[in-house]
Each structure stands twice: as structure tokens, then as C-alpha cells.
């Protein structure tokens, strides 16, 4: 049939428009005039800003610790909730889950693997180490271990105490796009093919030669804290927005951590004040040293070693070193990467 051909179209007699709606929701149909349109002129979220101490967090761990083993539940995880998102259990953000999790002397956590990417802050003890495909990572405070899509991965304590780590996924992110995925190893132990020092030496004389399965996948404590200390040193202008900040990234690529988490480390000098500013990533922090006040959206939230809380998108925030004396350190893992190639991301200072 023709364009312009008269076409039979049969009309019911006394048509309405809510008869309309009617009989194209029978055939999975929807007219766009049912939509009243009332988009907010600035990002909006559900997440809510929020902030988790430690000790509630911790003393949640211990008691885990009593009466849950890595045979029960495969891992020992408290998960940090969000009080903003509803119905949506154990969810950080709409983007983000952050998690402790902790593993006893002479456990052992079996292999799996996930297309959630997760990553391994560590904040206590030493001596465990993470194997992702094969490659060995031993555990030291303020470590970075990154666990890309789909690598196998076990955790294995031979030490003489509990080792704890900040867990981040992007779960929820993963989730909406419905792409979850979760394999266990038939061996749930790996074989070792090599220690992560190893793995870092080799990027630091052949970057191109390195194989994809040997990647660069432990930040380690003793070379990061000395590279904020240089940069504090080399007389740079510290960011108005977060003091002395260095963001991890993937030396091949120059890339962020990971494709859907920017990790970052900052410092803020004793009463250091930064300027306030908002943008549409979301970040979760981490108090690994020090103390001080986030202000978000104009609520103060006092933190101090070992606490974590979230800056929601858009929200305006700075934040304060309470300490006259001593610097404050934050961790921080933010969703910037997945934001960034859709054109998506945003920031501006804001006056308060």
C-alpha cells in the first residue's frame, strides 16, 4: 500500500480518549500524552547522604566473626545500606556497594568469580593475600587490589590475625543492566603463577610486554603514601576541592582503576578548609587517617579514622581537617568512569 493511500481505519463510535488508552494497553502500547512531564532543571538522586563508624561497623564484623565462616556464606561481608534507596538490600548507591569483609587466621574464602568488578582497600592487619588469576597478592595496610570482570579470585589467611578490607563493587550498576553473572571454581584453591611485586616490577621495565593475565592489580601502601608526600613536597598547587589528591590508575591505559570505579587517595593539611563544589559522580569516603567534617548539602558530617560516608550526586560538599597538628588521609571510589564517555559528568564550584 501506498504513502498516500486511503487507508481503513475504523473509528469506534463515541471515542474517548481514555477509551484510547484503554485499547493500546491491550496491545502493549502507550501514548507519550499520559506522561505529565516534570524533569527537575539539576540532577536529583534517591541516595542519601550518610556516614558509617567504624566501631558500629567493626564491632558488626567481630560478632560475624564468632558466628559465620567463609564455608556458610562464601564471604564474611558487612554491607554499608543506604537509608535513601528502598527495597533494595544492602545497596550503597544506585552505582556502589561498599562492604568489610574479613578473613580469620587459617580460613580460607573458595575461589569464584563475577562480572562485578570489585576492589580491596585493606584497613587492618596484614599477612592475608587475595589470588586473582594466579596472581598472588599479599595484604598490607592501606593496600589497593583490584579484581577485574571475571577473574577468578580466592582469599587465603596463613597468618596470626584477622585481616580487614573495604570491599567495593559496582553491583547495583551492574545489576540495572542486567548483565550479573556468578561462577564457583571446581578448585577452590588457585595455583599461584606469580607475586604481585613481580607482576610490578615487569611494568616498570616493559609496560608493553606485560601479559593482559599479569596485569597491574596491587597499589601498594609503601609506594603511595610516599608519592602523596612528594606531591605535597614538589611545591604543586594543592586542588581547591580536595587538598593533595592522587587518583590510581591503570599504567598501560592512563585510564581510571577500573572501567566503572575511579579510585583516588588525598590529603588534607592540618585545618586545611577546601573550597565547596558538586558534580554528578557519586563518591563513597574512607577515614584512613586523621579527623575532620564533610559538609554535604550544608549537613556537617564529623568523621575520624575508619569511618566511611557518601557524597550523593549534585550535592554541594567540602571538607575540614579538625586537626591543627595532623593531616587526615580519605580513600575515596567514585562511578566518574562510567559517567564520562556518555558525556554525563559534571562539576562546578559552588559559593556557599
Known amino acids: 500500500m501506498s504513502s498516500d493511500s486511503k487507508e481503513d481505519i475504523r473509528i469506534p463510535a463515541n471515542d474517548s480518549l481514555e477509551r484510547l488508552d484503554q485499547d493500546m494497553a491491550k496491545k502493549s502500547l502507550d501514548g507519550f500524552w499520559r506522561v505529565r512531564l516534570s524533569v527537575p532543571p539539576e540532577p536529583t538522586t534517591n541516595v542519601k547522604p550518610f556516614l558509617w563508624k567504624w566501631e558500629d561497623c567493626y564491632e558488626s564484623l567481630v560478632r560475624a566473626g564468632k558466628l559465620v565462616s567463609p564455608e556458610d556464606c562464601d564471604r564474611r561481608v558487612v554491607r554499608l545500606v543506604n537509608p535513601g534507596i528502598e527495597d533494595r538490600r544492602g545497596i550503597t548507591t544506585h552505582t556502589l556497594q561498599l562492604g568489610l569483609q574479613s578473613v580469620h587466621p587459617g580460613e580460607h574464602a573458595a575461589s569464584h568469580r563475577h562480572m562485578v568488578v570489585a576492589l580491596r582497600f585493606v584497613v587492618k592487619g596484614a599477612g592475608a593475600f587475595t589470588t586473582i588469576e594466579g596472581q598472588k597478592c599479599v595484604m598490607a595496610e592501606g593496600d589497593l587490589i583490584l579484581n577485574p570482570r571475571f577473574c577468578w579470585h580466592d582469599h587465603t589467611n596463613h597468618g596470626s590475625e584477622p585481616v580487614v578490607w573495604l570491599d567495593g563493587l559496582d553491583t547495583p550498576l551492574i545489576a540495572s543492566l542486567q548483565q550479573k553473572a556468578f561462577q564457583v571454581s571446581p578448585e577452590p584453591v588457585q595455583p599461584i603463577d606469580i607475586e604481585s611485586d ?39 598547587e594543592p586542588s581547591p576541592f580536595d587538598g593533595y589528591l592522587l587518583e590510581f590508575r591503570n599504567p598501560v591505559t592512563g585510564g581510571p582503576t577500573l572501567p566503572s570505579i575511579q579510585c583516588a587517595i588525598q590529603l588534607l593539611d592540618p585545618a586545611k578548609k577546601t573550597a565547596a563544589h558538586r558534580h554528578t559522580s ?34 554541594p560538599h567540602y571538607h575540614v581537617n579538625r586537626s591543627a597538628s595532623e593531616e587526615a588521609l580519605l580513600f575515596s571510589m567514585s562511578d566518574a568512569p562510567v559517567l564520562k564517555p556518555l558525556e554525563l559528568y559534571r562539576e562546578e564550584p559552588v559559593s556557599l
Open 282 to 315: 557519586t563518591t563513597i569516603y574512607h577515614a584512613f587517617s586523621g579527623s575532620g567534617t564533610t559538609f554535604i548539602g550544608g549537613q556537617p558530617f564529623d568523621w575520624k579514622k575508619g569511618d566511611s560516608f557518601v557524597v550523593p550526586l549534585w550535592y
Open 198 to 236: 613481580k607482576v610490578s616490577a615487569l611494568f616498570g621495565l616493559a609496560r608493553s610486554t606485560v601479559a593482559v593475565k599479569n596485569q597491574l592489580i596491587h597499589y601498594r601502601w609503601k609506594d603511595t603514601y610516599p608519592a602523596l608526600k612528594a606531591l605535597q613536597a614538589s611545591g604543586a
